[in-house]
């Protein structure tokens, strides 16, 4: 897990950094500044109009008495879309666009449902039978000493 995370909170900004000073010196600094406070722009407005979206398809799928599992996953992923694409950065932000497009959110969508499911169903086959590497009442004993003490008498 620390490899992950090291690299999500190193290697992504130096990426980021990389690709700006790229952009940077094939058309200016003046258009790239413009161009990631327009990428913002862009991605508030997205955010604002695909949360919408999902909101009432959420509160529809509630009212219908159904559980909102689809809708639940899509507001997540529209969440970490809007904030891939306020984040200052092109990479982030071709991310964030692709989690707030509908067509490729429902591929990201059913990838979490897939490794979501493989996860439980991992989680339950421990429950299942006996695993390798489980107990047996033979593996282990429990020592224990009980005292009896005699409830209190009550002077009458």
């Known amino acids: ?9 190193v290697g992504v900004p130096l990426v980021e950094l990389y690709v700006i000073v790229q952009v940077g010196q094939a058309i200016g600094v ?19 109009s695909q949360g919408r979206a999902v909101w009432r398809r959420f509160r529809a799928v509630l009212a219908s008495g159904r559980p909102p ?12 879309g809007g904030a891939l694409m306020l984040a200052p950065g092109f990479v982030t932000d071709a991310f964030g666009a692709l989690l707030l497009a509908p067509p490729s959110r429902a591929l990201a969508r059913r990838g979490i449902a897939r490794h979501a499911r493989s996860r439980l169903l991992a989680g339950f086959a ?26 209190p008498t009550l002077p009458r």
């Open 1 to 9: 897990m620390v490899p992950l995370l090291l690299l999500l909170f």
């Open 30 to 48: 003046l258009p790239t500044i413009a161009l990631l406070v327009l990428s913002s722009l862009i991605g508030t407005a997205l955010l604002r």
């Open 69 to 80: 599992a689809r809708e639940t996953i899509d507001g997540a992923l529209v969440i970490v």
């Open 126 to 151: 421990g429950f299942g039978g006996a695993a390798p590497h489980a107990r047996t009442r033979q593996d282990y004993d429990v020592d224990s000493t009980a005292r009896e003490i005699d409830p």
